[in-house]
Nanobody, 117 residues
């Protein structure tokens, strides 16, 4: 039983900021890592950022220095702070969870981020 719910998407101007949130509910799995993916129309999903339970983070080169991933384990919540937004950041953003040694198998419904020029 795993459920992920994203929020915080919307419309922003180039150079602006948005903060995405993801609340995770799980009763049978232990969270080993969480990440944010994004998908633009006609393109495959791209891993934007991820964070382990130990706090190790990594980012796609396209967002380094602009996006920050964080988590509050006690609240089962994942965040993505997006600053200096660019039109090419426009996509549906998905929260994802992986457990044990498995890949990302659990996904939220997605939240739309649109950045105008």
């Amino acid at each position: 039983q795993v459920q992920l719910v994203e929020s915080g998407g919307g419309l922003a101007e180039a150079g602006g900021s948005l903060r995405l949130s993801c609340v995770v509910s799980t009763t049978i799995f232990v969270n080993n890592g969480m990440g944010w993916y994004r998908q633009a129309p006609g393109k495959e999903r791209e891993l934007v950022a991820q964070i382990t339970t130990g706090g190790t983070t990594n980012y796609a080169d396209s967002v380094k220095g602009r996006f920050t991933i964080s988590r509050i384990n006690a609240k089962n919540t994942l965040y993505l702070q997006m600053d200096s937004l660019k039109p090419e950041d426009t996509a549906v953003y998905y929260c994802a969870l992986r457990v044990a040694t498995y890949p990302y198998l659990y996904w939220g419904q997605g939240t739309q981020v649109t950045v105008s020029s």
